[in-house]
């Protein structure tokens, strides 16, 4: 008999360890309901017994929008100390709102050879049509595939596999929510398993973080109509020790904005010009070199501040910080 694999299942809360109110709540479970142990999550699928051994593990049981980067190298730190030969892959439940960012940051920094696998869910366990028990087991199944080893860190949604790299939350309450816009997803997991259509490259480029690193401020300024310095002097104020320009597409911001970040990246001040439009790169055109400014490539806003976080940490520069957005 061949043995099951051994899949680590890490909860971190959200959407799909909650119970609402009744089986029609999809929108005030996260104030009304419930939280659910991740033991009785893996009890309420009780396929997953036919896929792996599950051993389940508690991390944080909070929703998405409470996740900061503390707890990053928190759960990071817990993935290397478990994650043994034993371990075929490890699958982390976690809210939605805020799952792209936890799961790039465990792109760049965590360098195993078994996958990590994001799961989460638009509905909760307790909704008509919940898309939790679904979306954990398809999970589990990538999780404990062969085919997934030494792909790094992925998201399991709505039957589809994506890369951390390049997934974005794009809705609201559909379950479709997740996307790689530019590139495409990675695979499926269907009912007669799980199919891989791309590969991509992972090499954790900050595999090396030491643990008890301290992440520096980097705050998001996103442009609109109109836009003044206000908000970027508010954040300078705060002790940031990075910008991420969310900026008219493609990449640009106001003539006030522009200025302010002209004067800051002349000190030597980083800047990372991205765009809040969905899709496409930001290129380092004449403008971005001659300002020492830094191009976010197709990097959005959010995971642009995550690298942007780690280069600082790491005490690069602003053209080796360059050189990693260019290489991500």
Known sequence: MVKAARVLVVNCGGTIASLGTSSVDVLDYPDEGRKLSVEDIVARVPE????????????????????????????????????????????ILHGTGTLEETAFFLHLTLSLEQPVIFVGAQRPLSAVSSDGPMNLLNAVRVAASPAARGRGVMVVMN??????RDV??????????????????????????????????????????????????????YAYAGADDVFIAAAIAAGARGLVSAGFAPGLTTPAAASAYEKLSAQGFPVVLCSRAATGRVARRRYVAANNMIAGAD?????????????????????????AFAAV
């Open 48 to 91: 997953l017994a036919a896929v792996a051994e599950i051993e389940p593990m508690t991390f944080r049981n909070i929703s998405s929008t409470a996740i900061t980067p503390t707890d990053w190298l928190d759960l990071r730190r817990l993935i290397q100390d478990r994650c043994g030969p034993d371990i075929a892959g490890v699958v």
């Open 159 to 164: 039957d589809e596999v994506h890369a951390a």
């Open 299 to 323: 990097l959005s806003p959010q995971k642009a501040r995550i690298l942007l976080m780690l280069c600082l940490a790491q005490g690069l520069g602003v053209a080796d910080i360059q050189a």
């Open 168 to 221: 974005v939350k794009i809705s609201n309450y559909r379950v479709q929510a997740f996307r790689s816009l530019d590139y495409g997803m990675l695979g499926q997991v269907d009912g007669d398993g799980v199919h891989f259509a791309r590969g991509v490259s992972h090499t954790a480029p900050f595999a090396t973080l030491p643990v008890d690193v301290a992440l520096p401020r980097v705050d998001i300024l």
